[in-house]
T-cell receptor, first 116, second 112 residues
Framework: GAGVSQTPSNKVTEKGKYVELRCDPISGHTALYWYRQSLGQGPEFLIY????????DSGLPNDRFFAVRPEGSVSTLKIQRTERGDSAVYLCASSLSPGSSYNEQFFGPGTRLTVL | TQLLEQSPQFLSIQEGENLTVYCNSS?????LQWYRQEPGEGPVLLVT?????EVKKLKRLTFQFGDARKDSSLHITAAQPGDTGLYLC????????????FGSGTRLSIRP
């Protein structure tokens, strides 16, 4: 595809349930990022992958959050035992080459997660 | 953790007016970026500034990076309704090659 795609676009779940959010980065982009954006706020960094490995997961709020990128392309963000406070838009971004001062990241449209 | 503060949070002005949005931090950034985000979409990069004192122009938008690389400003000349959106500044952390920190954003509304 031409850009970063995320599915689903909207997800409504009940408190305590498990959810998976998917990100398809731009083809050839080795770096992939997950962010969380709450209403009225800027995106908050969660985790960064370089290839298949999580190079920086310092933004994950707790151990209920986990992300994988098994083949170095598609990534899945997994949230266990969801809480109402997890409600937010989850954004994915990819870039061609990390470690650069320019570090241009291309963002997907996000998945809006609502936990009832 | 480095923080970026943006001001104002909200701005509503008439078409044709000029405006400036500010992005401030007590920390030094290796580079600073400005994004624009529309409802239901992810942020889109407008510009990256790298050198202290650098000024970049993008049509009616002028971006400046502070001499000490702690702050930046975005100036829009003769604002148009199409400029409406959420403007975000973001900075590269020195301690991490790829982690960027976003400000809380400035929501801009241009009235026709």
């Amino acid at each position: 595809g031409a850009g970063v795609s995320q599915t689903p676009s909207n997800k409504v779940t009940e408190k305590g349930k498990y959810v998976e959010l998917r990100c398809d980065p731009i083809s050839g982009h080795t770096a992939l990022y997950w962010y969380r954006q709450s209403l009225g706020q800027g995106p908050e960094f969660l985790i960064y992958f370089q290839g298949t490995g999580a190079a920086d997961d310092s933004g994950l709020p707790n151990d209920r959050f986990f992300a994988v990128r098994p083949e170095g392309s598609v990534s899945t963000l997994k949230i266990q035992r969801t809480e109402r406070g997890d409600s937010a838009v989850y954004l994915c971004a990819s870039s061609l080459s990390p470690g650069s001062s320019y570090n241009e990241q291309f963002f997907g449209p996000g998945t809006r997660l609502t936990v009832l | 953790t480095q923080l970026l503060e943006q001001s104002p949070q909200f701005l509503s002005i008439q078409e044709g007016e000029n405006l400036t949005v500010y992005c401030n931090s007590s920390s030094v950034f290796s580079s600073l970026q400005w994004y624009r985000q529309e409802p239901g979409e992810g942020p889109v990069l407008l510009v990256t500034v790298v050198t202290g004192g650098e000024v970049k122009k993008l049509k009616r938008l002028t971006f400046q990076f502070g001499d000490a690389r702690k702050d930046s400003s975005l100036h829009i000349t003769a604002a148009q309704p199409g400029d409406t959106g959420l403007y975000l500044c973001a900075g590269d952390e020195y301690s991490s090659a790829s982690k960027i920190i976003f400000g809380s954003g400035t929501r801009l509304s241009i009235r026709p």
